[in-house]
């Protein structure tokens, strides 16, 4: 059974940071692109970043320069590093993980930035 357990959501302020997490179990890890996207209501879900099985990555513009992706097979882990957070970073962030016709999705945690 896949299973993909995130962490580290919370609201903070502009210009704030935070360390999303996304424990994944149940699969061979390392085979598997992972991925974070993010949803805010009335939108359609948008890739934010991307690391594939060779540690190469992908960034939406928005997020590029302030947001880093990361694994860490040995704790089949993946990481989202948010830094120079901005009120538009505002949404539910979800983990996923892909390995050709399989996906597989976090349950999503909420993360907002406001004053």
């Known amino acids: 059974q896949v299973q993909l357990v995130e962490s580290g959501g919370g609201s903070v302020q502009p210009g704030g940071s935070l360390r999303l997490s996304c424990a994944a179990s149940?699969?061979?890890?390392?085979?598997?692109?992972m991925a974070w996207y993010r949803q805010v209501p009335g939108k359609q879900r948008e890739l934010v970043a991307s690391i594939d099985t060779g540690g190469g990555t992908h960034y939406v513009d928005s997020v590029r320069g302030r947001f880093t992706i990361s694994r860490d097979n040995a704790q089949n882990t993946v990481y989202l590093r948010m830094n120079s957070l901005e009120p538009e970073d505002t949404a539910v962030y979800y983990c996923k993980a892909s390995y050709f016709s399989n996906h597989h999705w976090g349950q999503g945690t909420q993360v907002t930035v406001s004053s």
């Open positions: 149940g699969m061979d890890f390392s085979f598997y692109e």
